[in-house]
């Protein structure tokens, strides 16, 4: 079995910052990509920003310049720093990771989520 923990989330006003962080835990035996998506109320969950194990990155075009995805690779934890941020960034911000896990082969893992806003 495959956890992601996350932390940080919280109350942040307009233009302040944040860094959320992820680890991954459990029978893991390679980590393809990790990365992390958001969802507003009313709204469908989007892709905020991913990274891949040669560190390869993308984001959403509504964040790049503001937020920067990172990884502790020996640590299976991947960070996202979150600057200047906008009242519409307010979401509940899901850490994903796509992995090989020990007997069940490789599986797209979500963790519970962490919510963030961002207050005018």
């Known amino acids: 079995q495959v956890q992601l923990v996350e932390s940080g989330g919280g109350l942040v006003q307009a233009g302040g910052s944040l860094r959320l962080s992820c680890a991954a835990s459990g029978s893991i035996s390679t980590i393809y990509a990790m990365g992390w998506y958001r969802q507003a109320p009313g709204k469908q969950r989007e892709l905020v920003a991913r990274?891949?194990?040669?560190?390869?990155?993308n984001y959403a075009d509504s964040v790049k310049g503001r937020f920067t995805i990172f990884r502790d690779y020996a640590k299976n934890t991947v960070y996202l720093q979150m600057n200047s941020l906008k009242p519409e960034d307010t979401a509940v911000y899901y850490c994903?990771?796509?992995?090989?896990?020990?007997?069940?082969?490789?599986?797209?893992?979500w963790g519970q989520g962490t919510l963030v806003t961002v207050s005018s």
């Open positions: 990274i891949n194990y040669i560190r390869t990155t």
């Open positions: 994903n990771a796509d992995a090989t896990v020990v007997g069940q082969g490789r599986l797209e893992v």
